[in-house]
């Protein structure tokens, strides 16, 4: 068995092992597919219309639930990721924005939640151009995610303890080594029990690229990155081309590998072709 089958068989074994209650969320909205060309694909207003009502469902049973904080932010952020596998024009951005504003206003204990969800309707879904990202990596050296437009860059959001993550190394690892001399860059938002710990897995089971250590907050996942960037569960990716623009939300294995030949490929172009037009 190659080593990609042995990575593919056992992220599989780790989702299965992995399921919780709130798996329901995710399966209301459907599963998300990427086509084998990797164009994103537009939604239909009545696409729209099916996640919103989804939505509502979803909400309706989390403000009755016995733990209903925790499943109504799951909703949301389950709806907000569902939205970001394809893409919404102008006015049904606008739609779902003021069908949020309607909920947050009649139940003003889903305002938080709403405010992150819209957040991420507004800065992170595809096309959209990437917020940036100041910090420290793990040697506590400044990094910022501008700094490396004109590349493609990978943002991988991860943590110590996520099993699915070390799955996709294998995937990061050849993404390393194949463009090691084209516009690209594999960039980690890590969290942990601490940043030593972070730096010494690195060490040890080395994916060798740079990474933000994001604290970890109280009672949350990660830490400000990841609360800047509504990242509820690990791992989360993002496949940013060389203007900053989010091209691709949360591809995984192969897909991942053919989002990045892409981009690179298109980046590679387009350099190609500034280089011709400069006297």
């Known amino acids: 068995m190659t080593i990609w089958a042995r990575a593919g068989m056992a992220a599989v074994i780790v989702c299965a092992l992995a399921a919780e209650p709130r798996a329901q969320s995710f399966a209301a909205f459907g599963a998300k597919t990427t086509p084998a060309t990797l164009v994103v694909p537009a939604f239909t207003d009545k696409d729209v219309g099916g996640l919103l009502t989804t ?21 949301l952020w389950q709806f907000a990721r ?43 879904m595809v096309g959209k151009t990437a ?20 590349k493609v860059v990978v943002l991988v959001f991860s943590a110590e303890w996520c099993a699915i993550c070390k799955a996709q190394a ?10 090691a001399r084209w516009p690209f860059a594999l960039l980690g938002v890590q969290t942990g029990s601490d940043r030593e710990v972070a730096r010494r ?48 939300v949360d591809l995984r294995d192969e897909d991942l590998l053919r989002g990045v030949r892409q981009l690179v ?6 350099e190609q072709k500034k280089t011709r037009r400069a006297p």
């Not at 490929?265 to 387009?270: G, I, N, P, R, T």
């Open 170 to 179: 294998p995937y990061e690892r050849f993404l390393l080594e194949r463009y």
């Open 82 to 124: 569902r939205l970001q596998s394809g893409k919404l024009s102008a006015e049904q951005e606008a739609r779902v924005v003021e069908h949020l504003d309607r909920t947050a206003s009649a139940h003003q204990e889903t305002s938080e939640a709403i405010a992150s969800t819209r957040r991420m309707i507004d800065q992170l």
């Open 131 to 150: 917020p940036d990202i100041l910090g420290t990596d793990l040697e506590g050296r400044p990094l910022k995610l501008s700094d490396y437009r004109s």
């Open 265 to 270: 490929e298109a980046q590679v172009d387009l």
């Open 55 to 75: 939505l509502d469902r979803l909400l309706s049973d989390a403000l009755t639930s016995k733990t209903r904080e925790s499943d109504t932010r799951d909703a």
């Open 201 to 248: 897995l690195q060490v040890t089971e080395p994916v060798a690229h740079r990474a933000w250590w994001d604290e970890p907050r109280d009672g949350l996942p990660g830490g400000a990155i990841a609360g800047a960037w509504n990242v509820l569960g690990y791992p989360a990716s993002y496949v940013i081309d060389g203007e900053g623009v989010i091209r691709f």
